[in-house]
DNA sequence: CGCTGACCCTGACGGC
DNA sequence: TGCCGTCAGGGTCAGC
């Protein structure tokens, strides 16, 4: 269930399969998704190329001469392309396209989403006019982007300033930086030794050095290892994630921790479980 | 601004 | 085997 590793692996996956190739044909389940299904734009779409493929915050932007489709894959959605024209929808199959490449080799992408919190937007080249396209598909993706260059200790340290919400909330909020969901703030925060409950605006500059670093660490090393699964999140190519084996102490509530051998605790903050060490972690 | 709870859904899992 | 409660990694919104 994606995070910022997931959306980003599959974002390259498609990228590789897809760029250049022309859309053919797109189904529907016709159940209702999170936003209703832009329908009339991706008509339009028929026959045009598909320019490219990317990520941000954790939308993957498939990007048309006219704008972008912007996919978002919620608790429990998955892209997958497979060679050849559309076999028969599978339950919780949403969205299928079928993709032609310029010597009529044809691809789909099957989007699957059991619990349908994901969603397909429609973003008009035109009525971006420049707009960041985060900003425009909502507060929640309009925050940095943790890979990003200008992502650091020193930016994390200035805009906490006077903050009083505890820092792993605060990590999650993606008005501030997207991307960070509940496994990777709880892991970073692990490896950067910060208590989860600590309030952002009293944490110091050399900490927030080193959680920027561990942050970004953890977020490529995810993505490396083909994103994370605790459940059932698989590629656009069918194979699982592995990165939940890695996990320190997600998960782990009551192990011991890799670090000191004292029991993993488990909280919940924001109503989201959190998984810490008390012994390691001020 | 910040925090809380409710809500959108289905599936997996543990206990009985 | 089956029923039931609980939980799940995301995000938005209303209300205080």
Same mark, same amino acid.
Not at 253 to 258: A, E, I, K, V
């Given at each position: 269930? #994606?995070? +910022?590793?997931?959306?980003?692996?599959?974002?390259?996956?498609? &990228?590789?399969?897809?760029? /250049?190739?022309? +859309? =053919?044909?797109?189904?529907?389940?016709?159940?209702?998704?999170?936003?209703?299904?832009?329908?009339?734009?991706?008509?339009?779409?028929?026959?045009? #190329?598909? !320019?490219?493929? /990317? $990520?941000?915050?954790?939308?993957?932007? !498939?990007?048309?001469?006219?704008?972008?489709?912007?996919?978002?894959?919620?608790?429990?959605?998955?892209?997958?392309?497979?060679?050849?024209?559309?076999?028969?929808?599978?339950?919780? *199959?949403?969205?299928?396209?079928?993709?032609?490449? #310029?010597?009529?080799?044809?691809?789909? !992408?099957?989007?699957?989403?059991?619990? $349908? @919190?994901?969603?397909?937007?429609?973003? *008009?080249?035109?009525? +971006?006019?420049? %707009?960041?396209? /985060?900003?425009?598909?909502?507060?929640?993706?309009?925050?940095?982007?943790?890979?990003? &260059?200008?992502?650091?200790?020193?930016? +994390?340290?200035?805009?906490?300033?006077?903050?009083?919400?505890?820092?792993?909330?605060?990590?999650?909020?993606?008005?501030?930086?997207?991307?960070?969901?509940?496994?990777?703030?709880?892991?970073?925060?692990?490896?950067?030794?910060?208590?989860?409950?600590?309030?952002?605006?009293?944490?110091?500059?050399?900490?927030?050095?080193?959680?920027?670093?561990?942050?970004?660490?953890?977020?490529?090393?995810?993505?490396?290892?083909?994103?994370?699964?605790?459940?059932?999140? &698989?590629?656009? *190519?069918? %194979?699982?994630?592995?990165?939940? &084996?890695?996990?320190?102490?997600?998960? =782990?509530?009551?192990? #011991?921790?890799?670090?000191?051998? =004292?029991?993993? =605790?488990?909280?919940? !903050?924001?109503?989201?479980?959190? @998984? @810490?060490?008390?012994?390691?972690?001020?």
């Amino acid at each position: 269930m #994606p995070e +910022l590793p997931e959306v980003e692996v599959t974002a390259r996956a498609l &990228q590789q399969a897809i760029t /250049g190739w022309s +859309l =053919r044909s797109v189904w529907v389940s016709g159940k209702k998704l999170r936003h209703p299904f832009p329908r009339g734009a991706i008509d339009q779409l028929r026959g045009v #190329p598909l !320019m490219g493929i /990317g $990520r941000r915050a954790k939308y993957v932007l !498939m990007e048309f001469p006219s704008g972008y489709l912007a996919v978002h894959l919620g608790m429990s959605g998955s892209m997958l392309c497979a060679h050849g024209k559309a076999p028969p929808a599978k339950l919780h *199959d949403h969205v299928v396209m079928e993709f032609e490449s #310029p010597s009529s080799e044809v691809r789909t !992408m099957i989007y699957h989403d059991p619990r $349908r @919190f994901g969603s397909f937007q429609w973003c *008009d080249r035109q009525a +971006l006019h420049g %707009t960041e396209i /985060g900003a425009v598909l909502g507060a929640g993706a309009a925050g940095i982007e943790p890979l990003g &260059q200008s992502f650091n200790g020193a930016w +994390l340290f200035e805009h906490s300033r006077g903050r009083r919400t505890p820092i792993k909330q605060w990590l999650m909020d993606g008005s501030v930086v997207v991307g960070v969901g509940n496994i990777y703030a709880c892991e970073a925060l692990f490896d950067a030794g910060i208590h989860p409950s600590r309030k952002a605006g009293s944490i110091s500059r050399p900490r927030y050095e080193r959680l920027a670093v561990d942050i970004k660490k953890i977020l490529l090393q995810a993505i490396e290892g083909g994103g994370s699964t605790i459940q059932n999140f &698989q590629g656009p *190519d069918g %194979t699982a994630g592995r990165y939940g &084996q890695l996990h320190r102490v997600y998960g =782990r509530s009551g192990q #011991p921790c890799p670090r000191c051998g =004292r029991a993993i =605790r488990r909280s919940i !903050m924001g109503q989201r479980s959190t @998984f @810490f060490c008390h012994g390691c972690q001020r």
